[in-house]
C-alpha cells in the first residue's frame, strides 16, 4: 500500500512554470514506478509522464516532450514533475500514480490543479 499526495499546482500565465511534487507515504516506494496524468473538465484522463522505479527510464506523451521533466528520488518518498513553457492546453487535475511497472498503476493521488492562462 501506498498514500500519494500531490502539491504544487496553481495558476500560471501561459510561458510560466510550475513544479508539481507527488509525496508518497509507505516504506517500499523504490519499488514502484511512478506516472503522471493529467484531466481537463470535460475530457477523459491522459498520460503525462513516467518513470521507472530506478529512475532509469522515462516516458513523456508527444504533448509535453521537450516542456516537461519527471523525477524521482527514492530516499525522499517523492516523485516531480517540472512544467515549462506551460500552455492553456495544460490547464487540467494533475494526478500522480504508483504501480509495479510504468503503465500499470494500481494507487492514485486526489490530484492537484493546474491552470494556465492566455
Known amino acids: 500500500q501506498v498514500q500519494l499526495v500531490e502539491s504544487g499546482g496553481g495558476l500560471v500565465q501561459a510561458g510560466g512554470s510550475l513544479r508539481l511534487s507527488c509525496a508518497a507515504a509507505?516504506?517500499?516506494?523504490?519499488?514502484?514506478?511512478m506516472g503522471w496524468f493529467r484531466q481537463a473538465p470535460g475530457k477523459e484522463r491522459e498520460f503525462v509522464a513516467s518513470?521507472?522505479?530506478?529512475?532509469?527510464?522515462?516516458n513523456y506523451a508527444d504533448s509535453v516532450k521537450g516542456r516537461f521533466t519527471i523525477s524521482k528520488d527514492n530516499a525522499k518518498n517523492t516523485v516531480w514533475l517540472q512544467m515549462n513553457s506551460l500552455k492553456p492546453e495544460d490547464t487540467g487535475v494533475y494526478l500522480c500514480?504508483?504501480?509495479?511497472?510504468?503503465?500499470?498503476?494500481?494507487?492514485w493521488g486526489q490530484g492537484t490543479q493546474v491552470t494556465v492562462s492566455s
Open positions: 500514480a504508483a504501480g509495479p511497472r510504468e503503465g500499470v498503476y494500481g494507487f
Open positions: 509507505g516504506r517500499t516506494f523504490s519499488s514502484y514506478a
Open positions: 518513470i521507472a522505479r530506478s529512475g532509469l527510464s522515462k
